[in-house]
C-alpha cells in the first residue's frame, strides 16, 4: 500500500502575503523608531519607564523578603498603578514618587549599606588585600608580572576569598556613620570610595581607625555613607585629634564643589559636621549617653562654625557679636556667648569647631543631667581639645559658683582628668584627647 502525501503551498497565498506586508512594514516602523534621532524621545521615555517599573519591582521584592519593618501590600499596589500609572512611570514630583525614593534610600542605609553588612565588606576587603600581599612577596609567583596574570589573579580571588565569609583577625567595632545626601538640588560630588579610604589611612598615620564610604547613585542624585570604625585591640592607637582632622577633610572634599561659597557649603554640610562634633565631644565624655544642641539661644543660622585658622577667629568673633545683639538674645545667654567668644580667640593655634548652641546632654531615657553653655573643639596635629564654658551673669561669687557647676558636671560625665581654670564670672574645664 502506497501512501502519498500532499503539502500546501500557501505563502502565494494572497492573504499570507498581505500579513507579511503588515509584519514587515511594522518592522521597519519600529527600527525606524528605536534608531532614527527624530523618535529618539518616546525611546528615552519607554526606557524610563521600564527603570521605573525595575526600580519598583526591586522594592517590593526587598522589602517582602528582607527582615525590615516596611512591608508592601502587592494587590493595593498593582491596583494603584493601574488606575493611576501616572502617579509611579511620568511624574518625578508627586507624592508616590517621593515615597519610593525615601523606601531606596532607607533600604540602601538600613540593609545594603546597614553598619554590619560594611563591617562585612571591611573585613572581606581586608582579606582580599591580605592575599594579594601574600602572594606579591612570593616572587615566583608574584601576579604582577604581567597585566593578564594580575587580572586573573583578582578573579580567582573574589571567588575562593572575598565572596566567601571569613572573620577578621582584629576586632572592629563601628563608631559613627556621616551620611551625604543629596535633595536633588545640592548633593555631594562623586567620590572614589578606595582612594579615600587610603588617604584616610594616611592621614591618621595608624592601624587602630578605619573608615568604610559608600557611594551610591539615588534617585535624587549622588548619595554618600562614611563609617568609622575602631578597632578594639591593643594595637598602636592613632591620635583622637588626627582623625577628628581627617574626617573634617573629608566632609570639605565631598563638597569640595560648593567650598568657595562659604554660606551655601555651611548650610549643606551642617548635618554632618554635627554629628562629628557630638561624636567627637562624647569621646571625652564618658557618660553622656546622648547629646543634642538646644534649639533656642544660637548666635548663627548653623549649629557648627568652623575656623581653620587663627587669624580668621577675630572675624568670627565680631561676627558672632553682632548676631547675638542682631538676634536680642537674653542677657544670660549672650554672657555665656561673650565667655565662649574670649575663649576661642584665646585658645592655641589649630583648627576649632564651635558649637553655636548650648550643649544638652541626655540619659538613654532623654533626661536631661546636664548642661554645657559653651563648647569648642580644637585640632592641632594629633590633639584634640575639648573646651567646655560654664558662664554666671551674676556680680556676687559668680566665679565661685561657675568653678563648683562645672567641677560637678565633669564628676557626672565620668571626665576623670581635666584643667579647671576659674575666670571673671565663669570658669573653663579643658580635656585633652
Known amino acids: ?57 526591586h522594592i517590593y521584592l526587598d522589602l517582602t523578603n528582607l527582615p525590615t519593618y516596611v512591608q508592601f501590600h ?3 499596589l498593582l491596583q494603584r498603578i493601574i488606575e493611576r500609572p501616572s502617579d509611579f512611570i511620568e511624574s518625578d514630583s508627586n507624592s508616590a514618587t517621593r515615597l519610593i525614593s525615601s523606601l531606596l534610600d532607607y533600604l540602601q542605609e538600613e540593609t545594603y549599606s546597614s553598619e554590619s553588612a560594611n563591617r562585612y565588606k571591611l573585613d572581606r576587603i581586608g582579606g582580599l588585600i591580605e592575599s594579594l600581599d601574600k602572594s606579591l612577596a612570593n616572587s615566583s609567583r608574584t601576579p604582577a608580572s604581567s597585566k593578564s596574570r594580575f587580572v586573573n589573579w583578582i578573579l580567582g580571588a573574589k571567588a575562593a576569598e572575598f565572596w566567601g565569609y571569613r572573620p577578621g583577625k582584629l576586632n572592629w567595632h563601628h563608631r559613627l556613620r556621616l551620611r551625604f545626601m543629596s535633595d536633588g538640588y545640592f ?22 581607625w578605619k573608615i568604610f564610604v559608600t557611594s551610591y547613585a539615588g534617585p535624587q ?21 588626627r582623625v577628628g582632622k581627617a574626617l573634617l577633610s573629608f566632609i570639605r572634599r565631598c563638597y569640595a564643589t560648593h567650598f568657595r561659597l562659604p554660606l551655601v557649603f555651611a548650610w549643606i554640610s551642617d548635618e554632618s559636621t554635627s554629628d562629628l562634633f557630638r561624636y567627637l565631644l562624647s569621646r571625652g565624655l564618658p557618660k553622656a549617653l546622648r547629646l543634642r544642641l538646644d534649639g533656642r539661644g544660637g548666635f548663627s543660622d548653623y ?18 557679636a553682632w548676631e547675638t545683639r542682631r538676634r536680642k538674645i537674653h542677657e544670660d545667654r549672650a554672657w555665656e556667648i561673650e565667655c565662649l567668644r574670649r575663649e576661642v580667640r584665646g585658645a592655641l593655634v589649630g583648627t576649632v569647631m564651635v558649637a553655636t548652641r548650648a550643649v544638652i546632654v541626655e540619659d538613654a531615657n532623654h533626661k536631661m543631667i546636664a548642661e554645657l553653655d559653651g563648647v569648642f573643639i580644637r585640632f592641632n596635629r594629633g590633639l584634640l581639645e575639648i573646651v567646655v564654658v560654664e558662664a554666671k551673669n551674676t556680680r556676687k561669687g ?36
Open 398 to 433: 559668680a566665679s565661685n559658683q561657675a568653678l563648683k557647676e562645672l567641677t560637678q558636671k565633669m564628676e557626672k560625665l565620668g571626665v576623670e582628668s581635666s584643667r579647671i581654670e576659674k575666670k571673671e564670672h565663669y570658669a573653663v574645664a579643658s580635656i585633652t584627647l
Open 221 to 241: 542624585g549622588s548619595n554618600c555613607f562614611v563609617d568609622l570604625y575602631e578597632c578594639g585591640d591593643n594595637i598602636k592607637r592613632a591620635d583622637e585629634g
Open 187 to 208: 548633593g555631594p560630588d562623586k567620590i572614589k570610595p578606595l582612594t579615600e579610604a587610603t588617604r584616610f589611612a594616611d592621614e591618621v598615620n595608624g592601624s587602630h
Open 74 to 76: 502587592p494587590a493595593v
Open 303 to 320: 549649629s557648627i562654625n568652623v575656623v581653620d585658622q587663627k587669624a580668621k577667629r577675630s572675624n568670627w568673633s565680631r561676627e558672632a
Open 1 to 57: 500500500m502506497v501512501s502519498t502525501s500532499f503539502m500546501v503551498d500557501t505563502s502565494s497565498h494572497p492573504r499570507a502575503q498581505l500579513h507579511r506586508c503588515v509584519e514587515r512594514s511594522a518592522y521597519v516602523e519600529l527600527v525606524n523608531a528605536l534608531v532614527s534621532p527624530s523618535e529618539n524621545e518616546p525611546l528615552l521615555r519607554a526606557r524610563t519607564y521600564f527603570a521605573k517599573i525595575r526600580r519598583l519591582a
